[in-house]
């Protein structure tokens, strides 16, 4: 078996059962490089045990320099983290907010980038204002005019997601950060829906903070993750969700002489803080052999033929009826093509209907959604149209 991750093929995972596996955007299964690379850290505890720690130290490491080149952040910048949960607790428990500041957030996103805000709004009494993410799909500039004229206002801090888990909308970062660094506001983006196939570059895109799980776009397995903090931003975090991992130094005292057990060692800076105990090492091996085979065909070209897999599929389900969330503009678009009925009840039973004829794909809230990624072909869309037809030709979904 090699370990060459290609466009189109599916032999690196030759256990998935769904004929057309169109689900990334909710969890990937994990290729069998990952599945080795995660039996190879079992195999080293099992005949090593604690010696060989050392080995995922290291793998720490380089995953953490992994990670900071593909969002284009400076090293020691990144940490690991379980999830984007983590990330976004830790940066919303970490800034030292005053009584009656601004959080921007959004209707319509994934609750992971909702709840902590809520948390450290009922805290701190912070006032959360609220903007539509789909008003940015319906008319962006207006949208613009709109989140532009909450930062005059004065706010503190903009959560958003790089990628509406819904319709697969791309959001402005750009113009976001840009707009964010004129009015004095933090920018903080959930990146789980676009880190490992839509392009990132978090300081042309003015990005303070970012937190990723890895087991969609990145293709590893559940349980690791990442969050960053912009250099800038490293002095001002409170380590208010410390662990004895996050002080320097932190192992002194297991493996040097007496009088290292202390409690007073600084903490490390930004990110890093967040690296509180015990990590998920299976995780970062899955993780590290997963970006590798990303790193293989690189972000820019999978995107390239995930819109090409889009662009096959798309006209043909308009054509059928269904309405389609994709932005006609490519800079709004991802990995995800979200398509619904003028009944969006029907989305689950469409979803259904389609896994009973070896499509596997989501429905969340009234959308059909479609995400492939690099080992998906393009023989695929045709597959899914005479799916459709078939339901259809059968009295429709149930
Ligand atoms: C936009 C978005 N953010 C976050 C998550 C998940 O958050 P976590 O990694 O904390 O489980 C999802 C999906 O599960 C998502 O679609």
């Not at 599945?35 to 290291?58: F, K, N, P, S, T």
């Not at 969700?241 to 040097?256: I, K, Q, V, Y």
């Not at 006609?328 to 398509?339: F, M, Y």
């Not at 896994?355 to 899914?384: F, K, Q, T, V």
């Amino acid at each position: 078996m090699t370990n060459q991750a290609e466009l189109e093929s599916r032999a690196l995972f030759p256990q998935l059962q769904a004929d057309v596996y169109v689900n990334h955007a909710s969890l990937s299964p994990p290729s069998q490089p990952v599945r080795a690379a995660i039996d190879a850290v079992l195999d080293g505890y099992a005949g090593q045990g604690m010696a060989w720690y050392r080995e995922e130290m290291q793998r720490r490491e380089r995953l953490r320099d992994s990670l900071a080149r593909l969002i284009a952040a400076p090293a020691d910048s990144v940490a690991l983290t379980a999830n984007t949960s983590a990330g976004i607790i830790a940066i919303a428990q970490g800034l030292s907010w005053r009584a009656r500041e601004r959080v921007l957030v959004f209707d319509g996103e994934f609750p992971t980038n909702i709840t902590p805000w809520q948390q450290a709004a009922r805290q701190h009494d912070l006032e959360l204002v609220w903007l539509k993410a789909d008003d940015f799909r319906a008319d962006r500039h207006a949208a613009l005019e709109r989140f532009e004229a909450e930062l005059k206002r004065g706010v503190r801090l903009v959560a958003v997601s790089a990628v509406q888990f819904t319709t697969g909308q791309r959001m402005p970062l750009e113009t976001m950060g840009e707009l964010c660094k004129r009015h004095g506001t933090e920018l903080f983006v959930d990146a789980i829906q676009a880190a490992g196939i839509v392009p990132l570059d978090v300081e042309a895109m003015g990005i303070d903070y970012l937190a990723c799980g890895s087991h969609k776009w990145l293709m590893a397995p559940e349980g690791i993750g990442f969050l960053y903090v912009a250099p800038e931003r490293a002095a001002a975090l409170e380590p208010n969700m410390a662990g004895w991992l996050s002080h320097e130094d932190a192992f002194a005292f297991l493996t040097r002489a007496p009088g290292e057990l202390r409690y007073d060692r600084p903490f490390r800076p930004g990110a890093l803080m967040a690296e509180a105990g015990t990590p998920n090492t299976l995780g970062a091996a899955g993780l590290e052999a997963s970006l590798g085979l990303l790193e293989q065909i690189g972000i820019e070209r999978i995107f390239g033929h995930v819109q090409a897999w889009h662009d096959a599929l798309e006209p043909g389900l308009i054509e059928r009826g269904f309405r389609s969330a994709r932005m006609s503009d490519g800079s709004g678009r991802s990995g995800i093509l979200s398509v619904r009925t003028d009944d969006p009840a029907q989305a689950p039973p469409w979803a259904q209907a389609l896994a009973e004829r070896g499509i596997a794909c989501a429905s969340p809230d009234g959308w059909i959604r479609l995400s492939p990624h690099w080992p998906n072909a393009l023989d695929e869309p045709g597959r899914i149209l005479a799916a459709v037809d078939a339901i259809r030709d059968a009295g429709g979904p149930a």
